[in-house]
């Protein structure tokens, strides 16, 4: 009865770390595992660990920014087309729905899923594509978008301090690349800070290097990424009539269903049936050739498509415009440059002593929504926004 004379947030917390330990599965992370890169003092908070993440990347400016940022059609304006901050909830509540039949940790999922894609540029992939090549111009390596979301968190919010996020969180962030495609994925279990910047550095010189998340809840959510925007960006398609229904391949449609609604179903109780009570998250065979099938497809009717690609060379023009401008303004000291009052204020000394010019003028450039990066382009060299 002695542990009931303490404060009673503390009892509390300590209760909801013991209902994890009795309730999830053995190959779940619990909250109390959680390791941060520098050591916080408990002020009484009663948050469990990856819930405290969740929250600080909800509070962060670059969540904040989803709301116009580009999943794959841009320049349309469409009120029911989907923008990032739609994707990371899907994402999140796709992936915790999972999480919870395989009794897995439900906060350190959402951390994760929110946060995954936030080191994105302003107008998708392609946007990515042109900062990419820019930055390798100059010098600082080629631009990932996985690692520019730890850039974000660890290094550029709260100006320049970061959140201190749990090495676990931020490594799910890092390896969640929905894009390549798994049909079974196993934790890399064991990693610590040390081992986890040794493989930043070496994803930074070698971008197609594969990494595998430290945790379950980190497979999980790479593979929920892919389940909610394969069948959603048809649907997109579809509305803005980039695609008809009766497209989508039979085998496809056989398996999986010709709705977003029934594909992520079907994706969604495969993976429970054949990832429950094991060490790993896995498709069936069948389910994940078909889910390869679809991704075959959609990326050469839709993310290929020069339909939705018509914009593309003034849109690189005006990456090519914006990055050397603010180039100019950082190396020349014009302090009325936006990126010295919009972004540089009261930036802490340690980032510019870490960062080169061409790094800052990255990480402003990523950090914009669609709208604000056109705003700062001349009004003759910004392309039409299509009304559909």
Not at 1 to 27: C, H, T, W
Not at 30 to 54: C, K, M, N, T
Not at 66 to 79: A, H, S, W
Not at 261 to 287: C, M
Request: some cysteine; proline content about 3%.
């Amino acid at each position: 009865m002695d542990r009931f004379n303490g404060n009673p947030l503390d009892i509390l917390k300590d209760s909801l770390d013991q209902r994890e330990a009795d309730y999830l599965s053995p190959v779940a992370t619990l909250s109390r595992r959680a390791i941060r890169r520098e050591p916080e003092e408990s002020l009484g908070g009663y948050r469990q660990e990856f819930s405290l993440d969740v929250d600080r990347i909800l509070h962060s400016l670059a969540y904040t920014r989803y709301i116009d940022k580009t999943q794959v059609f841009y320049l349309i304006q469409n009120d029911h087309i989907t923008h990032r901050v739609l994707h990371v909830q899907l994402v999140s509540k796709i992936a915790r729905t999972i999480g919870r039949f395989l009794g897995l940790n439900e906060d350190l999922i959402e951390a994760i899923a929110l946060g995954h894609d936030i080191g994105h540029t302003p107008f998708g992939h392609d946007g990515e594509k042109f900062l990419s090549a820019l930055c390798e111009a100059h010098g600082i390596g080629a631009f990932q978008h996985n690692l520019q979301s730890l850039q974000f968190l660890d290094r550029v919010e709260r100006k320049g301090r970061g959140w201190n996020l749990s090495l676990q969180t931020l490594d799910g962030i890092v390896c969640h690349d929905g894009e390549v495609h798994n049909q079974l994925l196993k934790a890399d279990w064991g990693k610590t800070f040390e081992s986890f910047d040794l493989s930043m550095q070496a994803k930074k010189r070698q971008t197609d290097l594969q990494l595998t998340p430290m945790t379950l809840e980190g497979c999980v959510v790479r593979m929920a990424d892919t389940i909610s925007y394969i069948g959603r960006d048809i649907e997109d398609a579809i509305r803005l009539k980039v695609l008809k229904r009766d497209d989508l391949p039979g085998s496809v449609v056989a398996r999986l269903g010709c709705t977003n609604g029934t594909i992520v179903y079907n994706l969604v109780t495969d993976i429970i049936q054949n990832s429950f009570r094991k060490p790993h998250v896995a498709f069936s065979p069948g389910v994940s050739e078909a889910l390869k099938t679809l991704k075959d497809f959609n990326l050469s009717r839709i993310y290929l498509n020069p339909i939705i690609k018509k914009h593309t060379e003034k849109i690189k023009l005006l990456f090519d415009y914006l990055f050397n401008q603010y180039l100019n303004d950082l190396e020349a000291g014009r302090e009325e440059s936006v990126i010295f009052h919009g972004f540089l204020k009261d930036m802490d000394t340690r980032y510019f002593q870490d960062h080169a010019p061409a790094e800052v003028v990255r990480d402003f450039i990523a950090g914009m929504t669609d709208k604000y990066f056109l705003r700062q382009c001349p009004e003759a060299l910004r392309p039409a926004v299509e009304i559909r």
